[in-house]
């Protein structure tokens, strides 16, 4: 089975800065998703990645699938109070399956004011 | 992803009763799916319906856990006989359509604790 793992674990940067979270899949990637989920809430939708090499941004955070389909990373600039919470990156069945996303453990970032 | 509600947002349950947790879909999404978050692990699959239909159960849980999605009303994840290890937060996501490539939204979770 898939497996997604996702690095660094936690983060602590100072407002301001830049920041990148990593996610590196066991297997090639056909999808992949960005969601942001705030302490005891539902996760938001960021970004779905599906073509090697592609790049999408939205406002200060930008996502990338690298060319060989195993690993996104995100990258937040500028960073700001609104953007603590968990990051977490979820892949689709590379079987193409009905089945739902595989989820990595989350990267936890915090931001220093 | 607000259009996906889940209800009660937070359930607190004795050993042994039932828990019923309950989807609305975003409006106009027939595919509907259920995740387990269990403290300190990730977010793992357990279900997805489609209207009156169960797609894929893989990873549910062989007892005491059922899910259904009527053709009219939301969509229901049961969990009898409650023990201490169901404590965790029930996600319900759905979907415009099924399989790859469709943007999944999330709700806001039911969080269920058992004492």
Not at chain 1, 78 to 100: F, K, N, T, V
Not at chain 2, 34 to 50: D, I
Not at chain 2, 98 to 114: A, D, K, P, Q
Request: hydrophobic letters at 30%; proline letters at 4%; a positive charge.
């Amino acid at each position: 089975s898939q497996e997604l793992e996702q690095s660094p674990q936690s983060l602590i940067v100072q407002e301001g800065k830049n920041l990148t979270i990593n996610c590196t899949s066991s297997k090639t990637l056909y999808g992949l998703y960005w969601y942001k989920q705030k302490y005891g809430e539902g996760l938001i939708f960021l970004m779905m990645l599906q073509k090697g090499g592609e790049e999408k941004s939205h406002e200060k955070i930008t996502a990338k699938l690298d060319e060989k389909k195993q690993q996104s990373s995100l990258h937040i600039t500028a960073s700001q109070p609104s953007h603590a919470g968990i990051y977490l990156c979820g892949a689709d069945d590379p079987g193409g399956g009905a089945d739902g996303l595989t989820f990595g453990k989350g990267t936890h970032l915090i931001i220093q004011p | 992803n607000a259009g996906v509600m889940q209800n009660p947002r937070h359930l607190v349950r004795r050993r042994g009763q039932e828990a019923r947790l309950r989807c609305s879909p975003m409006k106009g999404h027939s595919h509907v799916y259920w995740y387990r978050q269990l403290p300190e692990e990730g977010l793992k699959f357990m279900v997805y319906l489609q209207k009156e239909n169960i797609i894929d159960e893989s990873g549910m849980p062989k007892e005491r856990f059922s899910a259904e999605f009527p053709k009219e009303g939301p969509s229901i994840l049961r969990i009898q006989q409650v023990v201490r290890g169901d404590s965790a937060a029930y996600f319900c996501a759905s979907s415009l359509q099924g399989g790859n490539g469709n943007t999944i939204y999330f709700g806001e979770g039911s969080w269920l604790t058992v004492v």
